[in-house]
């Protein structure tokens, strides 16, 4: 099931999520559900706290070939646990601030562990886009978004036409 995406500035985006201490069909049928709604956004990663949810919860799928095979990855309680010297800029953006774009400088590599849906424990390294998107979602699980790296001018142009564009669709600010 598609599950709404909260706009930028709202204030469950800002909160740190909560461990989750044991998987659940709960748990399982919000990462299927949140690996949906990621795809029909399009998107290529989405935090739980994004759909309401303050669980320590991501899914991505960075295969950007249209012919490519699909590898949607859930994580649950994901933490990087080694990073890269060298160091990567990609243009960032989110599903929560939506047509808005920046530079972020992040690691070119990092290793993550994490949990799978089954509750079996992971460890993989990843690389280029796959390494800035899961270090994106992870941000999410600990208050942080790409534009809290940017300067706060940008940072408060960004929030101001998200302020507007939730007026405009009704949802208040």
């Known amino acids: 099931m598609k599950r709404p995406i909260l706009?930028?500035?709202?204030?469950?985006?800002?909160?740190?999520c909560a461990a989750v201490p044991d998987l659940s069909d709960a748990l399982r049928t919000l990462a299927d559900d949140m690996l949906e709604t990621m795809?029909?956004?399009?998107?290529?990663?989405?935090?739980?706290?994004?759909v309401g949810v303050l669980d320590r919860l991501i899914v991505l799928d960075c295969v950007k070939e249209e012919?490519?095979?699909a590898r949607p990855l859930v994580m649950f309680n994901p933490e990087v646990v080694a990073?890269?010297?060298?160091?990567?800029?990609?243009?960032?953006g989110c599903l929560s601030i939506p047509d808005q774009y920046a530079e972020v400088t992040r690691p070119k590599v990092v290793e993550v562990?994490?949990?799978d849906r089954n509750g079996n424990p992971q460890r993989?390294?990843?690389?280029?886009?796959?390494?800035?998107?899961?270090q994106h979602e992870?941000?999410?699980?600990?208050?942080?978004?790409?534009?809290?790296y940017l300067k706060p001018l940008k940072r408060q142009m960004i929030t101001r036409k998200?302020?507007?564009?939730?007026?405009e669709r009704g949802r208040g600010s």
Not at 39 to 50: D, E, K, R, W
Not at 85 to 91: K, L, M, S
């Open 138 to 148: 992870i941000d999410h699980l600990n208050g942080k978004l790409f534009i809290d």
């Open 67 to 69: 012919d490519g095979p």
């Open 124 to 134: 993989e390294t990843f690389d280029g886009l796959w390494a800035t998107c899961v």
């Open 39 to 50: 795809y029909a956004a399009p998107g290529i990663g989405l935090a739980a706290p994004q």
């Open 7 to 16: 706009i930028h500035p709202d204030p469950r985006l800002k909160k740190v």
């Open 162 to 167: 998200m302020q507007k564009l939730k007026r």
């Open 113 to 115: 562990e994490w949990m």
């Open 83 to 92: 990073a890269s010297a060298d160091i990567n800029v990609y243009e960032e």
